[in-house]
């Protein structure tokens, strides 16, 4: 019954400090298939009963694989540089009672805390992330937080396997740095950024790379790139409340300790999605009163649920007007919609999609009304929620970047965001 390790594991039994939240955006409260063990949506960081942190200590330059497997064997948490075949820089690293680390990857194996899968976009939530190669590193990377005020939380690229090691090979970017040291990035990067004045006034960040030791680079010219970007002087690996972190594959949402006790809870949302359907908003069309389903949304539709037109925002219940041919429906962008129909108030003519509310408190900007929905895909949220996350480009392939949806991971249109507009109830 005993899995490898769970939440509780580490954790003081009596007021453990909180670091902070890590939160994999695109799944609005829960995996799918719900969350398991070290699988899940969100993972929170609380400080260890007992450190267990790691620094560099003793640096050794090997010439032969026997001189390798000996430091190896010590038992000692270190990091290989393979320069060339007769040729490998090993550093070790000793305990570091200041200091607790926690990893993140795609294996399943002990050393990892947290693991993380693709995310699909669109919300499918039937879709098998094992079907498709992943281009999630199984040993990703490691947040190393300070066990004493003010509990700043670094990020390093990799994490250490089981056998306590992280192996940089003969074809990994990797470079000698000026001060001697060794340094390098993993194959498909760790792209950090960091957004100031979040969640108040949040101005998003130049996304960048974090190398192995935590320095901080401009990025490569695509993801996988042979040649580092210039070294970005003066910024650092600390995270910040709002930092996002994208694996390539999943990006994450640090939120800290501080930024939680500010951020709405389910219960505000439960709280708005109450007082939302007490004013008993009506569908022009068919008279209905309609309403939100409960939180955490189900994944099958209710009759009362609302529908939104996303051209103009006009909110209606479910219904068969103003369908439009399958000649009309194939003019002009639907962006992976569903139907066009034409708005029976205001006759403009788009996307008509069923309207789910957020779910996963971490990625509010507010709490604020849900008075603004994600444009295409219906998920709502307050307007400077949306605002937010349809201004802010996450890594996308080897190069591009592109909004998302927080809730759902859907590709967002331009502006990616549509105002509701309800009817009250006539009487």
């Not at 290989?80 to 926690?102: G, I, K, P």
């Not at 949302?269 to 955490?296: I, Y």
């Not at 002009?332 to 788009?350: A, D, I, Q, W, Y």
Request: charged fraction near 25%; glycine fraction near 10%; include cysteine.
């Amino acid at each position: 019954m005993n899995s490898p390790k769970k939440d509780g594991d580490d954790v003081p039994v009596k007021d453990p400090v909180k670091y902070g939240e890590l939160v994999i955006l695109g799944y609005n409260g829960s995996l799918p298939s719900g969350d398991r063990g070290r699988r899940k949506s969100r993972f929170a960081l609380y400080r260890r009963a007992k450190a267990n942190g790691v620094k560099p200590s003793t640096v050794h330059i090997l010439n032969s694989p026997q001189d390798t497997k000996a430091v190896h064997s010590s038992g000692q948490h270190s990091i290989s540089f393979t320069l060339s075949r007769n040729q490998t820089v090993v550093v070790e690293y000793c305990h570091d009672n200041n200091t607790d680390m926690f990893q993140i990857g795609r294996s399943t194996e002990s050393p990892i805390d947290f693991v993380v899968t693709d995310t699909s976009g669109g919300g499918k939530d039937g879709e098998d992330p094992s079907i498709a190669p992943s281009t999630i590193s199984r040993f990703a990377c490691r947040i190393v937080c300070e066990r004493n005020p003010p509990y700043t939380a670094r990020i390093y690229a990799a994490g250490f396997d089981s056998s306590k090691n992280i192996f940089l090979g003969e074809k990994a970017t990797k470079w000698k740095n000026p001060d001697g040291h060794m340094d390098g990035l993993t194959t498909n990067g760790v792209l950090v950024m960091h957004p100031d004045g979040f969640p108040e006034d949040p101005k998003q960040g130049l996304w960048r790379e974090i190398s192995v030791c935590g320095d901080v680079y401009a990025l490569r010219e695509t993801r996988s790139g042979p040649s580092r970007g210039k070294l970005a002087e003066g910024e650092t690996s600390a995270l910040r409340d709002g930092s996002l972190v994208d694996l390539c594959g999943a990006t994450l949402l640090w939120r800290t300790g501080e930024g939680l006790m500010r951020a709405p809870t389910l219960r505000h949302l439960e709280a708005l999605r109450q007082e939302l359907n007490a004013s008993r908003p009506q569908c022009p069309v068919g008279l209905n009163t309609l309403a939100f389903p409960s939180l955490p949304r189900s994944h099958s539709l209710e009759e009362r649920q609302p529908w939104v037109y996303l051209t103009c925002g006009h909110v209606h219940g479910r219904h068969d007007w103003g369908q439009r041919s399958e000649e009309e429906e194939d003019l002009g962008e639907t962006n992976g919609c569903v139907t066009r129909r034409e708005c029976p108030l205001c006759r403009s003519v788009g996307p008509y999609v069923p309207l789910w509310l957020g779910c996963e408190p971490a990625v509010y900007m507010d709490a604020g009304a849900p008075t603004h929905v994600f444009v295409p895909c219906g998920h709502v949220s307050s307007e400077r929620t949306a605002r937010y996350w349809a201004e802010t480009p996450l890594p996308h392939g080897t190069h591009a970047f592109r909004p998302i949806c927080p809730f759902c991971s859907t590709a967002l249109g331009s502006p990616g965001w549509a105002r509701l507009i309800f009817q009250g109830p006539i009487d």
